[in-house]
């Protein structure tokens, strides 16, 4: 067992992004195994975009639930792949916005059965005695309430 095992709460950041990262390490392998040329962490964007259509970074950023330079970061990549283009939002020519590419729909068609083996295979993972997916629900409303530095802030030294 290892040392950040034993920490219990102290230590929920990195064993947050150690799931996280064994699932998106054994995620990429999956697509690699259905010849899909496709990175995990671009998921998010790729699903808002597809489902809501052209999504301007900020309103693409709170929908996904992460920071804009991360959003304009995965964005660059996806520009890179030929997946994602930005174009004058005709309503206000200050705000960019982003869409899908041809080849990124076509992609999508393909991933689309591979996503759901992904969700029954996540879903037996994280359906547990104490699911995972609610535990994180609750979480996220209880951040919505309290941040996690006013709760830190608030505890006495001792």
Same mark, same amino acid.
């Given at each position: ?92 020519? !200050?705000?960019?916005?982003?869409? +899908? ?5 076509? /992609?999508? &068609?393909? #991933? *689309?059965?591979?996503? $759901?083996?992904? !969700?029954?295979?996540?879903?037996? +993972? ?5 699911? /995972?997916? &609610?535990? #994180? *629900?609750?979480?996220? $409303? ?17």
């Amino acid at each position: 067992m290892a040392i950040i095992d034993d920490l219990g709460p102290l230590a929920v950041a990195a064993r947050l992004q150690r799931l996280a990262d064994i699932i998106r390490s054994d995620g990429a392998i999956v697509y690699q195994a259905h010849d899909i040329d496709f990175h995990p962490k671009w998921f998010p964007v790729v699903y808002v975009l597809h489902k809501k259509g052209p999504t301007s970074v900020v309103d693409l950023a709170a929908e996904v639930g992460i920071a804009h330079p991360s959003v304009i970061q995965l964005v660059k990549e996806l520009e890179a792949k030929k997946l994602v283009k930005s174009s004058s939002d005709k309503t206000d020519g !200050r705000r960019r916005l982003l869409s +899908l590419t041809p080849a990124a729909v076509k /992609l999508i &068609k393909e #991933m *689309e059965p591979v996503w $759901e083996k992904i !969700r029954t295979a996540v879903t037996g +993972l994280v359906d547990t005695e104490n699911n /995972l997916m &609610k535990a #994180m *629900e609750e979480t996220e $409303e209880r951040l919505k309430t309290e941040t996690f530095y006013h709760r830190v802030m608030r505890q006495p030294f001792k």
